[in-house]
């Protein structure tokens, strides 16, 4: 497909921020988070940059996989407020310039959900085919998700004499989407929370949801749903949770050419690459993962991250690499989950070094795709592994060095979750300080967004990773019509140097490096040269005559 107007295709050049309402900002002080907190903090995020909210679940459920599991596609948890509360965060966001986007979950249900409820009453129940039930599990089993919870994928309904499928939690039945008729309701969904205003979402657990036993055509059917959004908006997007090889991602976004299933998906086998490269401070993995990274079709767009709610999972890595990242960042058994995942924010990885840090996040924001950030990474928070699993990471919003981080103004007991002790507690790690610290991380992420807005070919340019003769160093450029920006990141802490060589570049040609302002040419002969501190980074444009951008 070639795009005429590209602004209409704003996922290209986003920058979204991943949040929970639940840990976000409390603002009637019964200890949970709430929408009208979040209302009370849209002027941050703005001032930050981002361009679209991502709302974890906010959907009644019992929290027993903190909202993942639901009771009701149609309502808001009354903890967090009721749906006008949604639409004044909705409509102050889309004033300031950000788009709210929310986690659409219907490869499952809760095990509380009515059409379970019913579902598991009787074999006659009319919502019994809402789920996927077999009278002997199959003998061939993959390995469950969650694998310290679970042993099976099937768990027996005593009442019914029949096993139902749950491919995560046993809490969790899967939705039987070969029924047209799960298809239908799941369409009524999507089609409710648009008309409110949400501008797409991010589909959890998406092979889980359309691979299931007995139905045919799973991209027919994920065709049909992004057109049906396409249809009800043309600014909806389907941000998808696939984690699986390139090759099989390419399958989820409809191929090369045909652009029409998901309009974006996480990069997982990237991501995984990054700790690889971080660890072992070489940069070849992730140069040679992103040089065999598929292009993609032109409205399609990755989702570049570092961090999410989940654990920072290892699964695409060998045995032995996995292990090198363990050994690096988790040397401890308790920071560790299910055998292939970590459980820390990236700080206390990084052993809070600010230019390692800085250096990851410079990375994340000059890979080709859009960025997305977790709440919290904007001000380098840590982890608290008191919590247990993956809830570590889900500690509440420091925003403040007061009480509960400013987070709340209840009782620290009365917390949906304890705010993060030791060295990264609130008092060393808030929003509200490095607001007014010109050289804090939260400033330098500012400056990171205005640069990665300020240079649309990263969301769009073609990609080519330049060779170095230093194995510590990536360097990357991406171009599209417009601009070149090329990018430079040291994964070492000894200094290096720079070899850039560029044939279609004209000697005495302007490179202005973003992030400091500093100018240089392009000399007469020989390679263009750039010493880069032990992790340090840069972003070069390369000034084409003409071009007319700030810098
Ligand atoms: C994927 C979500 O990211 C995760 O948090 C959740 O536990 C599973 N889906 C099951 O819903």
């Not at 310290?148 to 309904?157: F, K």
């Not at 400091?516 to 444009?541: K, M, N, S, V």
């Amino acid at each position: 497909m070639r795009v005429t107007d590209t602004s209409d295709l704003w996922w290209k050049t986003a920058v979204v921020y991943c949040l929970d309402v639940e840990t976000y900002m409390d603002w009637n002080g019964d200890g949970c988070g709430d929408l009208e907190g979040l209302a009370h903090r849209l002027d941050y995020l703005a001032e930050l940059g981002v361009t679209c909210i991502w709302l974890m679940p906010f959907y009644p459920s019992p929290d027993r996989d903190d909202g993942y599991d639901i009771t009701d596609y149609y309502g808001v948890d009354a903890r967090l407020g009721h749906h006008g509360d949604l639409v004044e965060v909705i409509r102050t966001a889309k004033d300031r310039g950000m788009r709210v986007i929310a986690d659409l979950v219907v490869n499952h249900t809760s095990d509380q959900h009515p059409w379970f409820v019913s579902a598991r009453s009787s074999r006659e129940s009319p919502f019994r085919d809402f789920y996927v039930w077999a009278d002997e599990p199959p003998a061939k089993q993959p390995e469950p998700v969650f694998p310290d919870q679970e042993d099976s994928l099937w768990e027996y309904d005593k009442k019914t004499k029949q096993y139902y499928l749950h491919n995560f939690y046993k809490h969790q039945p899967d939705l039987n989407v070969a029924n047209p008729r799960v298809r239908e309701e799941i369409a009524k969904v999507i089609g409710f929370w648009m008309e409110l205003g949400i501008s797409g979402f991010r589909v959890d657990a998406v092979p889980f949801f359309i691979e299931q036993p007995g139905f045919e055509g799973p991209h027919d059917y994920l065709r049909s749903l992004r057109s049906y959004i396409g249809r009800r908006s043309g600014e909806g997007v389907l941000l998808g949770e696939v984690n699986l090889p390139y090759e099989d991602q390419l399958k989820y976004f409809g191929g090369l050419d045909a652009d029409d299933e998901l309009t974006m998906q996480f990069d997982f086998v990237g991501m995984q690459q990054i700790y690889l490269s971080l660890a072992r401070e070489d940069a070849t993995p992730l140069a040679d993962t992103l040089a065999a990274r598929p292009a993609l079709p032109e409205v399609a767009q990755w989702a570049n991250f570092l961090r999410n709610h989940d654990e920072l999972t290892l699964d695409k890595l060998t045995e032995d690499e996995r292990q090198e990242v363990f050994d690096a960042f988790a040397p401890e058994e308790r920071m560790q989950v299910y055998g292939r995942g970590i459980v820390r924010r990236l700080p206390p990885m990084l052993h809070g070094d600010p230019r390692r840090i800085r250096m990851a996040y410079s990375l994340l924001f000059s890979l080709p795709g859009t960025p997305v950030l977790f709440y919290g990474e904007e001000i380098g928070m840590g982890e608290n592994l008191d919590l247990p699993g993956r809830t570590s990471v889900r500690s509440p919003m420091q925003w403040t060095s007061g009480a509960n981080g400013g987070f709340s103004k209840a009782d620290p007991e009365d917390l949906v979750a304890p705010v993060t002790g030791d060295g990264f507690a609130p008092s060393h790690v808030n929003a509200s300080q490095q607001r007014h610290d010109e050289g804090s991380l939260l400033n330098f992420i500012r400056l990171l967004i205005q640069c990665y807005r300020n240079s649309p070919e990263i969301g769009w340019g073609r990609f080519t990773v330049l060779e170095q003769p230093d194995r510590a160093v990536l360097a990357h450029q991406i171009e599209n019509g417009q601009g070149r920006l090329v990018a430079l990141h040291n994964f070492a802490p000894e200094p290096a140097t720079v070899r850039l060589e560029l044939e279609d570049v004209e000697p005495g040609t302007v490179v202005t490096s973003l992030l400091d302002a500093d100018e240089y040419t392009w000399p007469e002969e020989g390679p263009f040269e750039q010493p880069l501190d032990g992790y340090g980074y840069r972003w070069l444009r390369v000034i084409r005559p003409g071009d007319q951008r700030l810098t």
